[in-house]
Nanobody
Framework: QMQLVESGGGLVQAGGSLRLSCAAS????????MGWFRQAPGKEREFVAV????????YYANSVRGRFTISRDNAKNMVYLQMSSLKPEDTAHYYC????????????????????WGQGTQVTVSS
């Protein structure tokens, strides 16, 4: 059973940066595509970014492209989300997720394609 634990959230001013981390255990980490999602109060959980099993390929939501960077370290069983130029609308609970489905990353933007989820970490961006 894979376990995911996120960390690194917090309160930051608009324009600032944060780096989220997600530690995986209980799995062969390199066999999973890893994604980040977020959910703001009263809204549905939405896709943020995804990284391929090797880490060579990434795909982002339009709302974060150019500001966020997803990466992974398979030797450490870690996935990261570097967030820069943060905006108040980035405020949400951020979740790390893992998928064993082998498909184009563009198709891995829906929550139902991910089998494992962490508990999330809160990011609050003040204006």
């Amino acid at each position: 059973q894979m376990q995911l634990v996120e960390s690194g959230g917090g309160l930051v001013q608009a324009g600032g940066s944060l780096r989220l981390s997600c530690a995986a255990s209980g799995c062969t980490f390199g066999g999973y595509t890893m994604g980040w999602f977020r959910q703001a109060p009263g809204k549905e959980r939405e896709f943020v970014a995804v990284v391929s099993r090797s880490g060579d390929n990434t795909y982002y939501a339009n709302s974060v492209r150019g500001r966020f960077t997803i990466s992974r370290d398979n030797a450490k069983n870690m996935v990261y989300l570097q967030m820069s130029s943060l905006k108040p609308e980035d405020t949400a609970h951020y979740y790390c997720a893992a998928s064993q489905i082998a498909m184009n990353l563009v198709l891995l933007t829906v929550t139902t394609r991910y089998a494992y989820w962490g508990q999330g970490t809160q990011v609050t961006v003040s204006s």
